[in-house]
């Protein structure tokens, strides 16, 4: 033999045609899931920034509010100063610092103030102030910025705020600046000078808390020329980090501030890396949903290949409709008993359509001529799915259909080839019909010669009653004393003739009843045995019986009684008659001392016969059988009492025909009590109207 070559292709489809799946599937999880995760971080980015930039522009709007306050404030308290020097243009140093003095109090940010009338400084406050101002003429050439913060303060009729400058004691200060006018004597406004107030601007800064925010800061717009103006304080990379803005107004000009995150707008909220854990773990969670379902699908898949494999190996036709009576599933089997129709068994096609496919092809030969009403007829059998549907195909075999409803309503059809089963069961039809002409012509051959050997033996048994004989024994008594001994040996012939002709005709009788059970249980078998019933009186067979069998019942030393209601039936009385013979005759046999009993009794609507004995019983185990053909109480009981085990049998099936039910009560060694009844429908009435009615016939 040669040896087969393994499939590897198979085998690598086997192993690893699923591989690729699982593989794209992981990759496009993961493109999903990067995709969604580069979403939700850049919206998270957007939404991050824009939350930073509202939370960093509101503090920055709060600060540079504070700040102007304080700066509206400070100028408020420079005008102070201007107003007093305008009343008293002659102030004196004392009267000045007394002033400034009381204004310092509330104002640690206050370095300095001066007064430079005619734009030359003569008195500052305090004194240990910033020395370098004292003195100092604005319209000297070395003060060409200063006499300029002047003019402008001059121009605009209001506080300038100009610097900052590098204090002598670190840090930076601003400088106000705010012209002081005097009237003349027509009332106009005459110049008079500057008033100069030197601000520590850091402490202003720090009074506010802008020293410590957490954000970088940085305030540009030197000499408060706003936007146009010079960086002067923070952090000068601010302002190209798209910072917020926000506007310090001051009486002349502005600054502005630019404030950004220290780390920079793009730094992640604190939830991004929740954000990133749970995206993993729903990317991993869906990837092992997905691989699981790949998995139950390719189960699924597999299963479904042995499934339809291993229908397919079922020797009969089977299929499976769903609910809505649509075709599920089904084997070549199935397919193959419907020939043309094959076609049509594909997924989810209606067993209707199936089956009037098959009724115009013709298919169905018993709906041949009545095709719709057959086709309704196969479809309430479909919908009740309740047994077995035998049906003949075109094709001469015949199939049955077993149908059965699963729990969810669909419906699980076999079919099986049972066109060997129909034939044998033809030809069984056939034997059974040859076997009772065999025995019609039986029963006349062998009936013919027992009746004659019955007819003949009661002469036989009584051979005294013959003329013959009278006329022998006559002559030889004519004859005198010594023809006596011949006359007795006549007598002992004579007996000894009359023992075997009791012989015969005992064994004639048994085998008449032997044919006659044999030949009812045929003629029962072939649904042949009729009834033909009429009045008859419960009393009156019961009577009969026990005269029938008393002299029987007598030679075993029994006692044989029987008692009845007064009660009609109307039934076969010879069949009912065998019953009880056979019953009766069954407890005598097995019986050997105490009696049996013959009762009949109404039952409600039935009237109820009871053949009681004291008899050897029934073994409990046998109890069920008893009734069964060729069954007896147990295998020594043949060989003892004879018989074919027919009786039962034939007395069971005479009963059902009659409408009745028939059993036995009994225990080994205490005797059997039998029973059988006859229902209502069959019930007449009582003898004593029988004169007044005319029996029904038979």
């Keep these: 033999m040669?040896?087969?070559?393994?499939?590897?292709?198979?085998?690598?489809?086997?192993?690893?045609?699923?591989?690729?799946?699982?593989?794209?599937?992981?990759?496009?999880?993961?493109?999903?899931?990067?995709?969604?995760?580069?979403?939700?971080?850049?919206?998270?980015?957007?939404?991050?920034?824009?939350?930073?930039?509202?939370?960093?522009?509101?503090?920055?709007?709060?600060?540079?509010?504070?700040?102007?306050?304080?700066?509206?404030?400070?100028?408020?308290?420079?005008?102070?100063?201007?107003?007093?020097?305008?009343?008293?243009?002659?102030?004196?140093?004392?009267?000045?610092?007394?002033?400034?003095?009381?204004?310092?109090?509330?104002?640690?940010?206050?370095?300095?103030i001066s007064a430079a009338p005619d734009l030359v400084v003569d008195r500052i406050y305090p004194e240990t102030g910033e020395a370098q101002f004292m003195g100092m003429d604005f319209r000297a050439a070395d003060n060409k910025e200063l006499f300029a913060h002047v003019s402008r303060a001059r121009k605009s009729q209001s506080v300038l705020f100009a610097g900052p400058i590098d204090l002598e004691k670190g840090g930076q200060g601003i400088v106000a600046y705010d012209t002081v006018y005097l009237d003349d004597a027509e009332g106009k406004p005459q110049f008079w000078g500057v008033v100069n107030l030197v601000i520590d601007f850091e402490e202003e800064l720090r009074i506010l808390g802008l020293d410590t925010v957490d954000f970088r800061l940085a305030i540009r717009g030197k000499d408060a020329r706003g936007s146009h103006g010079a960086i002067f304080w923070g952090d000068r990379s601010t302002f190209a980090a798209e910072p917020v803005f926000a506007t310090v107004?001051?009486?002349?000009?502005?600054?502005?501030?630019?404030?950004?995150?220290?780390?920079?707008?793009?730094?992640?909220?604190?939830?991004?890396?929740?954000?990133?854990?749970?995206?993993?773990?729903?990317?991993?969670?869906?990837?092992?949903?997905?691989?699981?379902?790949?998995?139950?699908?390719?189960?699924?898949?597999?299963?479904?290949?042995?499934?339809?494999?291993?229908?397919?190996?079922?020797?009969?036709?089977?299929?499976?409709?769903?609910?809505?009576?649509?075709?599920?599933?089904?084997?070549?089997?199935?397919?193959?008993?419907?020939?043309?129709?094959?076609?049509?068994?594909?997924?989810?096609?209606?067993?209707?359509?199936?089956?009037?496919?098959?009724?115009?092809?013709?298919?169905?030969?018993?709906?041949?001529?009545?095709?719709?009403?057959?086709?309704?007829?196969?479809?309430?059998?479909?919908?009740?799915?309740?047994?077995?549907?035998?049906?003949?195909?075109?094709?001469?075999?015949?199939?049955?259909?077993?149908?059965?409803?699963?729990?969810?309503?669909?419906?699980?059809?076999?079919?099986?080839?049972?066109?060997?089963?129909?034939?044998?069961?033809?030809?069984?039809?056939?034997?059974?019909?040859?076997?009772?002409?065999?025995?019609?012509?039986?029963?006349?051959?062998?009936?013919?010669?027992?009746?004659?050997?019955?007819?003949?033996?009661?002469?036989l048994v009584k051979p005294e009653l013959l003329p013959a004989t009278q006329k022998v024994m006559a002559r030889l008594a004519s004859m005198g004393e010594e023809f006596d001994p011949l006359a007795k040996d006549i007598e002992t012939m004579l007996t000894s003739f009359k023992g075997l002709a009791g012989k015969v005709e005992r064994s004639a009788r048994s085998l008449l009843t032997l044919i006659n059970e044999v030949l009812d249980y045929s003629k029962i078998e072939a649904g042949r045995m009729k009834l033909a019933r009429e009045m008859c009186y419960c009393d009156e067979l019961i009577e009969d019986v026990v005269e029938q069998y008393r002299s029987k019942a007598e030679e075993k030393g029994l006692s044989l009684e029987g008692s009845s209601a007064d009660l009609a039936i109307f039934a076969d009385e010879p069949r009912v008659r065998q019953i009880l013979d056979n019953l009766v005759s069954n407890a005598i046999k097995f019986t050997e001392k105490g009696s049996v009993r013959i009762e009949a009794q109404r039952f409600g609507d039935f009237a109820r016969f009871r053949i009681i004995d004291t008899g050897i019983g029934i073994p409990t185990d046998r109890v069920d059988g008893i009734f069964d053909k060729f069954s007896q109480g147990n295998t020594s009981d043949r060989r003892r009492a004879g018989g074919t085990g027919l009786g039962l049998a034939i007395s069971k099936k005479f009963v059902e025909m009659h409408g009745g039910t028939i059993g036995v009560s009994s225990r080994a060694g205490e005797g059997s009590e039998f029973t059988f009844t006859i229902p209502k429908h069959m019930v007449q009435k009582a003898r004593k109207t029988e004169d007044m009615h005319q029996k029904p016939a038979a």
């Design 249 to 459: 107004s001051l009486p002349v000009g502005s600054w502005v501030m630019a404030a950004a995150p220290t780390g920079g707008w793009n730094n992640y909220s604190a939830s991004i890396n929740q954000l990133y854990g749970i995206v993993a773990g729903i990317t991993l969670t869906v990837l092992i949903m997905i691989c699981a379902g790949l998995r139950l699908i390719q189960l699924r898949m597999r299963a479904v290949a042995q499934m339809s494999s291993a229908i397919n190996s079922i020797q009969d036709g089977f299929a499976y409709y769903n609910s809505d009576d649509r075709l599920v599933a089904c084997n070549d089997k199935y397919r193959d008993f419907h020939g043309g129709a094959a076609k049509l068994f594909t997924a989810g096609t209606r067993f209707e359509d199936i089956l009037r496919s098959g009724v115009s092809r013709g298919h169905y030969a018993e709906a041949i001529g009545r095709e719709e009403e057959w086709v309704q007829e196969r479809l309430a059998q479909h919908k009740a799915s309740g047994g077995a549907v035998d049906q003949k195909l075109d094709d001469g075999r015949w199939v049955r259909m077993s149908e059965a409803r699963t729990p969810d309503g669909g419906t699980v059809g076999f079919l099986v080839d049972i066109t060997e089963l129909v034939s044998a069961k033809e030809d069984a039809e056939h034997a059974n019909v040859a076997k009772s002409e065999f025995l019609d012509v039986m029963s006349h051959e062998l009936r013919t010669p027992l009746t004659v050997v019955l007819g003949g033996t009661p002469f």
């Design 2 to 112: 040669a040896r087969r070559t393994p499939n590897t292709s198979s085998n690598f489809r086997q192993g690893f045609g699923w591989a690729p799946l699982y593989i794209a599937a992981a990759l496009i999880v993961a493109l999903i899931a990067a995709t969604i995760l580069y979403y939700v971080e850049q919206r998270n980015r957007a939404d991050h920034e824009a939350e930073l930039r509202a939370q960093i522009q509101s503090e920055l709007n709060m600060a540079a509010l504070d700040l102007s306050l304080i700066f509206q404030r400070n100028a408020d308290t420079i005008r102070a100063v201007s107003a007093l020097i305008s009343i008293e243009p002659d102030i004196s140093f004392e009267r000045f610092a007394a002033f400034s003095k009381e204004i310092f109090v509330d104002h640690t940010d206050f370095i300095e």
